[in-house]
């Protein structure tokens, strides 16, 4: 009797989701996002009544601080997916668990970067003093978020166990990966001595995504249209939002 099972063909850990060119760029991208955010607001004390403070002087600045930091940990998500590929080729049970808190965490703080805009907004639509009562009064509101906080720094340990054993990463990047865990997190956290870990990030992921990069075979013309395409409609949907801001809300 024939299977009705679909033949699944072998594939290597790079050649799953997301993919090396995507694994290895974002690898790359998301750590220096993520440090260029951290740099920008690092003259600026680090609680939540100077941040506001230093929006209300410089809302440019910090809003790019801000943005920075934030869609940093959304492309470092696809990165830490194939870092997790890479490590469960090794031990699944390893790779699973250090991607599920890593990626967890990130998304926490992508929820408290909705809350920093909110509270940015405030500031210009409400004034200075307004915006931070807002924010102290409910800064212990309840948010189901709240209860990911230890993934942001658990995950960060498992995947640099986990690097370390499987030999995707060396001692001391694997280190440095940990290194994370020092990182602040919460609503309106500016830059301070513990964001070395954000360096140590960078030690450890970079050089990772740039060997992914290199070895292996180059993109064929159809994906590099394709990346082009995709690119320059995402610039004109921005030209239009900022020229037509009504026409495309």
């Known amino acids: 009797m024939q299977s009705t099972q679909p033949f699944i063909e072998p594939l290597s850990p790079l050649g799953l989701f997301p993919g090396r060119w995507v694994g290895g760029i974002s690898l790359i ?79 926490t703080r992508t929820f408290h970067a ?45 995947l640099s166990i986990g690097a370390y054993r499987s030999g995707t990463l060396n001692l001391y990047r694997s280190l440095a990966l940990a290194l994370m865990v020092m990182v602040p997190f919460g609503t309106l956290k500016g830059t301070e ?17 740039i060997s992914l990069l290199r070895n292996g075979p180059p993109l064929s013309r159809k994906a590099v249209f394709w990346i082009v395409a995709i690119n320059l409609l995402g610039i004109v949907f921005v030209i239009l939002s900022i020229l037509f801001p009504a026409l495309m809300n």
């Open 193 to 209: 001595i513990r964001a070395i870990g954000i360096l140590g990030l960078c030690v450890a992921l970079i050089p990772l995504g």
């Open 29 to 107: 991208l998301g750590p220096v996002l993520i440090l260029t955010g951290a740099l920008l607001r690092i003259e600026f004390h680090f609680f939540a009544p100077q941040q506001l403070s230093a929006y209300e002087a410089h809302p440019t600045l910090i809003t790019a601080a801000y943005s920075c930091f934030a869609v940093g940990n959304v492309v470092l998500c696809f990165g830490i997916i194939i870092l997790a590929t890479l490590i469960s080729a090794w031990n699944r049970v390893w790779g699973i668990w250090g991607g599920a808190l890593a990626i967890s965490g990130l998304f």
């Open 114 to 158: 909705g809350i920093d805009h909110l509270a940015f907004q405030l500031v210009d639509v409400q004034g200075m003093e307004m915006a931070w009562k807002a924010v102290s009064d409910s800064y212990r509101a309840f948010h189901i978020f709240r209860y990911f906080n230890g993934h942001i720094m658990a995950g960060w340990i498992v």
